[in-house]
């Protein structure tokens, strides 16, 4: 089967740096995505992991082992607007179903 | 680009009534994916289209449930009958070329079946 786990929810304070942490298992794997949800919104796609390593995008930056079946999501310089849920994401094959977490809920505090 | 757009935002309606809800993906994408989300179980894929060619439907989860795209650029998910338990937000979402350049979902209706 295909499983990806979070961490239900994460507390951080404005201006820290937060790290969302997913590890999976799957028959295959074709890259892990970063998604962000804000209460009553739609899902936003963030970033996405092909190979191994770090991919940066302005305060957010996403990292990836495939060793260990693990990636991580990174936030720097927290803001309030950054409270929402993020999901990491991934295809479970050659097909394009891309197949969703649960969800990691981020409240950030002033 | 309008992005993907979903009608309706909200829907209340009785079980056992017809439900359609409808989905115009942005233009130039040729997947096409419907998702229901609720609290209990998350984002799950009920279906997905190709160059509107329905390619999985296996998440799609009673024969009450059906989809169609007639053409690139319209998509319905229907319910008959409708249930309580399908009470949930449903998205549809479009990409180029698959997922690993991220999907675009629209902003979702919320169908609430009493």
């Known amino acids: 089967g295909q499983s990806l786990e979070q961490p239900s929810e994460v507390t951080a304070v404005e201006g820290a740096i937060v790290q969302i942490n997913c590890t999976y298992q799957?028959?295959?794997?074709?890259?892990l995505s970063w998604y962000q949800q804000h209460d009553g919104g739609a899902p936003t796609f963030l970033s996405y992991?092909?190979?191994?390593g770090l991919e940066e995008t302005g305060r957010f930056s996403s990292f990836l082992s495939r060793s260990d079946s693990y990636g991580y999501l990174l936030l720097q310089e927290l803001q309030m607007k950054d409270s929402a849920s993020y999901f990491c994401?991934?295809?479970?094959?050659?097909?394009?179903?891309?197949?969703f977490g649960s969800g990691t809920r981020l409240l950030v505090r002033p | 680009d309008a992005g993907v757009i979903q009608s309706p935002r909200h829907e209340v309606t009785e079980m056992g009534q017809e439900v359609t809800l409808r989905c115009k993906p942005i233009?130039?994408?040729?997947?096409l994916f419907w998702y229901r989300q609720t609290m209990m179980r998350g984002l799950e894929l009920l279906i997905y289209?190709?160059?509107?060619?329905?390619?999985?439907d296996s998440g799609m989860p009673e024969d009450r449930f059906s989809a169609k795209m007639p053409n690139a650029s319209f998509s319905t998910l229907k319910i008959q009958p409708s249930e309580p338990r399908d009470s949930a937000v449903y998205f549809c979402?479009?990409?180029?070329?698959?997922?690993?350049?991220?999907?675009?979902f629209g902003s979702g209706t919320r169908l609430t079946v009493v």
């Open positions: 233009s130039g994408h040729d997947y």
């Open positions: 799957t028959s295959g794997f074709y890259g």
């Open positions: 992991n092909g190979l191994d």
């Open positions: 994401a991934n295809r479970m094959d050659s097909s394009y179903k891309l197949i």
């Open positions: 289209f190709n160059n509107n060619v329905p390619i999985d």
């Open positions: 979402a479009s990409s180029l070329r698959g997922g690993n350049y991220g999907y675009t």
